[in-house]
């Protein structure tokens, strides 16, 4: 118990460290710049079919999520409720095709539209 008391006596007496201490402001710069008018506007990225190679990409692997979820679920001694492991399977495997789709897709730039000519 005298032990304790010492310790926190001169735990009250200690001055206040050094990375306890208030660092002093950093000095501002004043810098101006240019108006937005002259700065230059950076191109726009092309179109490219992201979002379609997304829902494909969705689309199959999470249908072949939910069917080997169901199956794997079904070949199992449990009997229990499949159609849970079926929409986890599709939710994993739409949010994994989608992910997988939307960076090849993303890679396939769009052309325009051709114009079409009187007839």
């Known amino acids: 118990m005298k032990n304790?008391?010492?310790?926190?006596?001169?735990?009250g007496?200690?001055?206040a460290a050094t990375a306890?201490?208030?660092?002093p402001p950093f000095a501002r710069a004043?810098?101006?710049?240019p108006a937005d008018s002259t700065k230059p506007q950076s191109p726009s990225p092309p179109p490219t079919h992201?979002?379609?190679g997304g829902l494909i990409g969705g689309g199959l692997v999470g249908l072949l999520g939910m069917s080997l979820a169901e199956g794997l679920c079904g070949m199992g001694d449990s009997g229990s409720n499949c159609g849970a492991a079926g929409t986890k399977g599709l939710i994993f495997?739409?949010?994994l095709g989608f992910t997988i789709g939307a960076l090849i897709g993303g890679q396939i730039p769009k052309h325009p539209p051709e114009p079409q000519t009187g007839q």
């Open 4 to 11: 304790v008391i010492v310790v926190l006596a001169l735990a």
């Open 13 to 15: 007496l200690a001055p």
């Open 20 to 23: 306890q201490r208030l660092a």
């Open 30 to 33: 004043a810098v101006s710049w």
């Open 50 to 52: 992201w979002v379609e």
């Open 93 to 95: 495997g739409a949010g």
